[in-house]
């Protein structure tokens, strides 16, 4: 089989006399189908993005309309909750000041979280900076105390870390 390689096919395809290939008209005609795909590419990213935020807005619209009708159901039920939760509270520290004969106050240094049960307990409420609170109890090791004072006419039982009080060496000691 003979070879497919020419020694003349160099002067043949890129002399100046050789055969155009398209001319201006191809080059036109190539440019127009670029741009009519630039085109259609812009015009898809344009129309994605519009159905895109129509659908995040009607995800947004649904979630406020759930919202608007369970937000009422919970609400109630907290504040029942709350309610009864505040009595037995408020009885529980009679209860715990009537059998403490000194009271141990102190002041909040620091504002932050009062729990339900030391370290990860349920934030039940914030005491803030220079607030006066009873001290009730401690943990073993001093690091938590079991604080109780009154805020809007309710009485908050809690617990908040060391950190946050500022404890003189002698009231710490008789908290039990």
Known sequence: ???K??????????????????GPLRTFI??????????LLGHGALWANTIRQ??????VATATAAAATALPQQTATVLAELNATATLQA?????????????LTTS??????????????QPLDQVNAGETVQLLGKTTDASWFRISYTRNGQTITGWVSRTLLKLDPAVEARVP
Request: no cysteine; aromatic share 6%.
């Open 91 to 103: 009885i529980r520290t009679a209860t715990a000041v009537a059998q403490q004969s000194p009271t």
């Open 30 to 39: 190539n440019l127009l189908i670029a741009i009519a795909i630039v085109s």
């Open 54 to 59: 129509q659908r995040f807005e009607q995800a």
């Open 5 to 22: 390689f020419r020694p003349d096919d160099w002067d043949r395809l890129f002399a100046p006399t050789a055969p155009r290939r398209g």
């Open 108 to 121: 909040v240094l620091n504002g932050g979280n009062v729990r339900a049960q030391p370290v990860s307990g």
């Open 1 to 3: 089989m003979p070879s």
